[in-house]
Nanobody, 120 residues
C-alpha cells in the first residue's frame, strides 16, 4: 500500500519562507512524477509545481520565481521551497505522486495535506 506523508506547513509572515517535504512509501515500481497542489477555502485545487522522473519541472505562473520544487536524494521524496510568501499563498498543500506500485497499475496518489498560512 502506497502512502504519501507531508510535513513542513505552518504559519509564516508575508515575505517569509517555508519548506514542504513529501515522502512516498510502500512497494513502488516506478514514480513518473511528483508534485504539489493547493486548495484555498472556496477555491478549486490547483497545481503549484511538479517534477518528472527526468527532472523537468513546471510551475504555476503565480509561484514562478518564488517556489522551487526538487527531488530528494532518498527515493520517492520531493520538496517545495517557498520563498517570498504572500497571503494569497495560504492554502492546504497536497503532495501528489504519479506512480506504479509493484504489481499494480499506474495511478495518482495523494497525501493528507498540510496547512500553509501566510499572515502578519
Amino acid at each position: 500500500q502506497v502512502q504519501l506523508v507531508e510535513s513542513g506547513g505552518g504559519l509564516v509572515q508575508p515575505g517569509g519562507s517555508l519548506r514542504l517535504s513529501c515522502a512516498a512509501s510502500g512497494s513502488i515500481f516506478i514514480t513518473y512524477a511528483m508534485g504539489w497542489y493547493r486548495q484555498a477555502p472556496g477555491k478549486q485545487r490547483e497545481l503549484v509545481a511538479a517534477i518528472t522522473i527526468g527532472g523537468s519541472a513546471n510551475y504555476a505562473d503565480s509561484v514562478k520565481g518564488r517556489f522551487t520544487i526538487s527531488r530528494g536524494n532518498a527515493k520517492n521524496t520531493v520538496y517545495l521551497q517557498m520563498n517570498s510568501l504572500k497571503p494569497e499563498d495560504t492554502a492546504v498543500y497536497y503532495c501528489n505522486a504519479d506512480l506504479r506500485p509493484t504489481g499494480f497499475a499506474r495511478s495518482d496518489y495523494w497525501g493528507q495535506g498540510t496547512q500553509v498560512t501566510v499572515s502578519s
